[in-house]
């Protein structure tokens, strides 16, 4: 048996390749997609109707032992962040959206702020984008790029200590969520804004290649 677990598909712009597209996903005896839009492109494409829509697998963790355990910790108002370098769009002028974000919540909350690299490796890393992003900040030293903690369940449980998640990224998105804290998200693909929308909450995802915000 062959299974096409979870995946994000399309919009798919090349119809050229539909064909073979098409071909490819008639073997599977599975195929799960976890937003409606890729829901309704591959049912579209393959005519199946026998593709499911379900939840992010990373919501099987909800009920392992330890997650969303309330820890003490100190009392400033802390926010996790994750951004990264989206090169379909205008990066300066995403970036700036998100550092007058930054600085207004800094102002309002005296906050500081946790930054979550989700690439790691020799040639993709978010950390060097991150780092550099710091240094635009006056309040840098209110800012800390975290270390990727062993193991998935000690992420999310971290990326949830914290009284407000920041993402331009799908599955931080879903970590805020797992923990029930407050989120703002902005999209640059389809599953973000998916997500939102199939939880009722499409007004806190904003298209970062749209949005202006006036700090």
Partial sequence: KTAVFSPSAGPFKKKIFNIIRKKTLQYPD???TRDEISFNELTTLT??????LAS????LLLNRKGMNSVKPRDTRYRVSVSIGRHNNYDVEKYINVIRLLLVDIYKEKNAVFYFYPQLYGRYHSDS??????INTLSFKDRC???DFPEGVERLIESWGDADLGVTTRYHPLIFSVMNTIPFIAFSYEHKQTAFCRTIGMKEYCLDISNHRFQG
Avoid: E, P, Y
Wanted: aromatic letters at 18%; zero cysteines.
């Fill in 30 to 32: 599975l195929i799960s």
């Fill in 144 to 146: 800390f790029i975290k």
């Fill in 47 to 52: 005519s199946r109707k026998d593709i499911l």
């Fill in 128 to 133: 060097g984008f991150i780092a550099d992003f």
């Fill in 56 to 59: 992010d697998s990373a919501f």
